[in-house]
């Protein structure tokens, strides 16, 4: 069991620190970019089932490079129930190890693994997921 990585950082609502949401279990996910298709249907499939989350005793947050102004017009155009946190600066993907080597076309670049962390109330990482299935995310977390 490895405890999750403190960060603190700027978000759709204000400053985040994951530290000041012990007690509460949080889905942390990782996503490349704001309003690209595969994100999109990520963040929509969390939204469509955020009722379902939250009974299960959970808090969603979406972390990826863009800014905040950004996440604004995405949560905006999507009506997103839940936080986007601004990691402008890839510091809390290096934490996570979610900044990593990707190819595509054959050109080598540096990019966001689409992972997600469920974080129990202690703070400590329960589960990672690598695979994501952006439009059966919330199956692959509550396991239904």
Same mark, same amino acid.
């Given at each position: 069991m490895i405890n999750a990585p403190n960060f603190k950082l700027p978000s759709t609502s204000g400053t985040f620190k994951l530290s000041d949401y012990l007690g509460k279990n949080i889905i942390l996910y990782f996503y490349p970019r704001d309003n690209t298709p595969g994100c999109?249907?990520?963040?929509?499939?969390? /939204?469509?089932?955020? !009722?379902?989350?939250?009974?299960?005793?959970? *808090?969603?947050?979406?972390?990826? @490079?863009?800014?905040?102004?950004?996440?604004? /017009?995405?949560?905006? !155009?999507?009506?997103?129930?839940?936080?986007? *946190?601004?990691?402008?600066?890839? @510091?809390?993907?290096?934490?996570?190890?979610t900044w990593i080597e990707k190819k595509m076309y054959g050109k080598v670049y540096m990019g966001t693994a689409r992972w997600t962390f469920i974080i129990d109330e202690n703070g400590?990482?329960?589960?990672?997921?690598?695979?994501?299935?952006?439009?059966?995310h919330t199956q692959q977390i509550i396991g239904e």
């Open positions: 999109t249907a990520q963040a929509c499939n969390l /939204r469509d089932n955020y !009722k379902q989350l939250q009974d299960n005793g959970y *808090i969603v947050l979406g972390v990826s @490079s863009d800014s905040v102004k950004s996440h604004d /017009r995405f949560i905006k !155009k999507h009506d997103l129930p839940f936080d986007l *946190i601004a990691d402008e600066d890839k @510091s809390i993907h290096k934490l996570y190890g400590v990482i329960k589960e990672i997921i690598e695979k994501v299935k952006t439009k059966e």
